[in-house]
């Protein structure tokens, strides 16, 4: 997992037109947007858009947007974290990886574990508890018996 604080840091400096352009995307100045035929579906005519101001894409053909990080998922075929971390690189930009989340994870696996066990122990202890009580009866019957 990468923080929060991190993820914003990395699209804060993350430039829209630059990161698409790493992709080879031909990008034509149209005004206030950047205009390309989409890298998303085939097409010949320019319907896909990038507008620098919000730093996010949208295309009008097969209507796929996001932002830089959702780009380089798309074109990666990578995870969240995979493209942040590559966009982090890209804009030399420090990102604290994952210490809390192995831990999490750890205690996630702990946890999972001590539910397993838990589910275990109180399996044993219902069937102990259920022969405890035929036990007591059938001493019960004889202390009865005995009487
Ligand atoms: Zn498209």
């Not at 996010?56 to 097969?62: A, I, L, P, R, S």
């Not at 589910?119 to 044993?124: F, N, Q, R, S, V």
């Amino acid at each position: 997992m990468i923080k929060q604080s991190d993820i914003d840091r990395v699209l804060d400096a993350c430039n829209i037109v630059d990161v698409v352009k790493d992709y080879n995307v031909n990008l034509k100045q149209k005004g206030r947007y950047l205009f390309a035929c989409c890298p998303f579906h085939e097409e010949k005519t320019g319907s896909f858009c990038v507008a620098p101001e919000t730093d996010t894409y949208h295309c009008f053909g097969c209507r796929e947007h996001g932002n830089s990080i959702s780009f380089v998922i798309k074109q990666e075929g990578c995870s969240f974290p995979e493209a942040v971390k590559k966009l982090a690189e890209k804009y030399n930009i420090d990102i604290e990886e994952s210490e809390p989340s192995a831990k999490e994870q750890m205690e996630r696996k702990q946890k999972e574990a001590m539910y397993i066990a838990n589910d275990i122990l109180a399996k044993y202890y219902h069937e102990l508890l259920l022969k405890n009580a035929e036990a007591c009866k059938y001493a019960y019957g004889r202390w009865n018996e005995d009487l």
